[in-house]
């Protein structure tokens, strides 16, 4: 059994790895962003390529400068050119993780998603997974989709669960057999909610094995996902109910309110970062914290 | 203004009424459901007839036995039957709440639903608002709906609204404004989600002044409902940014995921009930705690 995995614990590891990842960002200037540039290089965990506006050149010249060696800047016209800049850098092997500063988070997508010059993998759905640590929880929690997919199709729910079930194995290793909640209000399946056939389905090919080795369970709600009490008191209990590691949530105004919820209300910690492209892609939140933004980064430096 | 209201202040204005709300109650014979009668007794807030399967007569007597001349038990042969009768009580004028014991809320909701003799009004839209206090928000905050209606059309929205207004001003009088965020993950009005575009025209009837003084904005997300300085790096402030009084979510899944997420995870107490029937319709969950089925018990009876 691995130890309790944390952020701490995550930034151990990519220091030991002895490999400092790549990072190509689109628009560092704003303060939380530096603060996490300046945090990676310092402590060892990532090398930098800046792309900045001719305008905030000398900002980027600055952060660069905090650390001599460890990064370098280049300057475009445009926010939507640091994009394209910054992205071709990841598509040419000069970086492995693409980070968004402060553009808009549909500019940097426009970037991503483009079919010539682009980060997508033929193919492959685009979704967003995020990671969180619940004080009240006593491990990290995954779930997605709180930020691209509106309403997944089954084939799409089967690309998260791939996705989130490949970041934890990334960060656990494989001792620990991932447990995954299908949430949903109740505990029925029920053909007026979609979803709740396309978890059927993800439960069939989970028993075929597909997924490899992980317990899954669902439709359940958030509380019998993660709360053992509430699960027997509804007379609910598996080996998912009250200790889920990955929530699959039924749609992105679900997701999102999860998300913004834990982080208000609950004190939580969150990271996230876009899947299915060819290297990890963090598209932090204006209204992230710089810490939601270092955990963002070093999730997708322990997935490149 | 008022005061900052919360369920004991609840408790205080209908002790002060000086009318013991009478509740009628279907299968009554679980410890968290026998609490809350015990507790409205001894305090003065209501008076009860209970509504018990024949083999539960005996825990049924004893819970009324409790506080003489308070309450009446009368024996039904199935949960079925237990519901017809409560709801019977509540239409003929014998008691102004209903409430839910151990039965499924299904079973409750057939006998609530029943056109001939049922409480619904014709026309009306039967829809569940919540009521809560979360510990790191200043007040009490209302939203819906959380377990009725899965993906409100807009003249449900429209409904959902009206109710939760009513309850605002019947909870705080007439001296305060509600403000009303309409909850969504981003602030776009996208056709792609339909719920937006209801949004628009709930904004627009506003702006009419069909649902009275009370202010309204949206489509926004959780926090920036619900913190000014989330809504401030955001760009957006507006009478509503940050001080919520009503979040009026997108559907059934994402209000779930709110109200299990901050019961679970931010110590958040709840009351809920059913509105758009002749009376408040109490339908706690199997899962809630006795303090959840008194504080809805307490909203019920303030809206009786």
Same mark, same amino acid.
């Given at each position: 059994?691995?130890? @309790? &995995?944390?952020?701490? *614990?995550? =930034?151990?590891?990519?220091? $030991?790895?002895?490999?400092?990842?790549?990072? !190509?960002?689109?628009?560092?200037?704003?303060?939380?962003?530096?603060?996490?540039?300046?945090?990676?290089?310092?402590?060892?965990?990532?090398?930098?390529?800046?792309?900045?506006?001719?305008?905030?050149?000398?900002?980027?010249?600055?952060?660069?400068?905090?650390?001599?060696?460890?990064?370098?800047?280049?300057?475009?016209?445009?926010?939507?050119?640091?994009?394209?800049?910054?992205?071709?850098?990841?598509?040419?092997?000069?970086?492995?993780?693409?980070?968004?500063?402060?553009?808009?988070?549909?500019?940097?997508?426009?970037?991503?998603?483009?079919?010539?010059?682009?980060?997508?993998?033929?193919?492959?759905?685009?979704?967003?997974?995020?990671?969180?640590?619940?004080?009240?929880?006593? @491990? &990290?929690?995954?779930? *997605?989709? =709180?930020?691209?997919?509106? $309403?997944?199709?089954?084939?799409?729910?089967? !690309?998260?669960?791939?996705?989130?079930?490949?970041?934890?194995?990334?960060?656990?290793?494989?001792?620990?057999?991932?447990?995954?909640?299908?949430?949903?209000?109740?505990?029925?399946?029920?053909?007026?909610?979609?979803?709740?056939?396309?978890?059927?389905?993800?439960?069939?090919?989970?028993?075929?094995?597909?997924?490899?080795?992980?317990?899954?369970?669902?439709?359940?709600?958030?509380?019998?996902?993660?709360?053992?009490?509430?699960?027997?008191?509804?007379?609910?209990?598996?080996?998912?109910?009250?200790?889920?590691?990955?929530?699959?949530?039924?749609?992105?105004?679900?997701?999102?309110?999860?998300?913004?919820?834990?982080?208000?209300?609950?004190?939580?910690?969150?990271?996230?970062?876009?899947?299915?492209?060819? *290297?990890?892609?963090?598209?932090?939140?204006?209204?992230?914290?710089?810490?939601?933004?270092?955990?963002?980064?070093?999730?997708?430096?322990?997935?490149?």
């Amino acid at each position: 059994m691995n130890e @309790k &995995l944390d952020f701490d *614990a995550m =930034a151990q590891r990519l220091l $030991h790895s002895g490999r400092r990842r790549r990072v !190509a960002v689109a628009a560092p200037e704003d303060a939380h962003t530096e603060e996490v540039i300046d945090r990676c290089m310092r402590e060892g965990i990532a090398d930098f390529v800046l792309f900045a506006r001719r305008e905030k050149a000398e900002t980027a010249e600055r952060i660069a400068g905090t650390c001599p060696g460890h990064a370098v800047t280049v300057t475009a016209d445009t926010p939507e050119e640091t994009a394209r800049m910054a992205v071709k850098a990841v598509r040419e092997g000069q970086a492995d993780v693409l980070m968004k500063g402060t553009l808009n988070t549909d500019v940097l997508l426009r970037a991503v998603l483009d079919k010539e010059n682009g980060l997508l993998i033929q193919g492959r759905t685009l979704s967003h997974i995020t990671a969180t640590q619940i004080p009240q929880y006593g @491990k &990290l929690l995954l779930f *997605a989709d =709180a930020a691209v997919i509106p $309403h997944p199709d089954t084939e799409q729910f089967d !690309a998260i669960l791939r996705y989130a079930l490949n970041i934890f194995r990334k960060l656990n290793g494989h001792g620990r057999t991932p447990r995954v909640a299908l949430i949903h209000c109740t505990e029925k399946t029920n053909a007026k909610f979609a979803h709740t056939l396309s978890y059927a389905e993800l439960r069939r090919r989970a028993a075929e094995g597909r997924y490899g080795r992980m317990l899954i369970d669902g439709p359940m709600d958030v509380k019998t996902a993660c709360d053992s009490e509430s699960a027997r008191i509804k007379g609910l209990t598996s080996d998912v109910t009250g200790n889920a590691d990955i929530l699959i949530f039924p749609n992105i105004e679900a997701a999102n309110t999860f998300y913004k919820t834990i982080t208000l209300f609950a004190g939580a910690t969150t990271a996230g970062m876009l899947c299915g492209a060819v *290297a990890p892609v963090v598209i932090a939140s204006r209204a992230d914290s710089a810490e939601a933004k270092m955990c963002s980064m070093l999730m997708a430096c322990s997935l490149a």
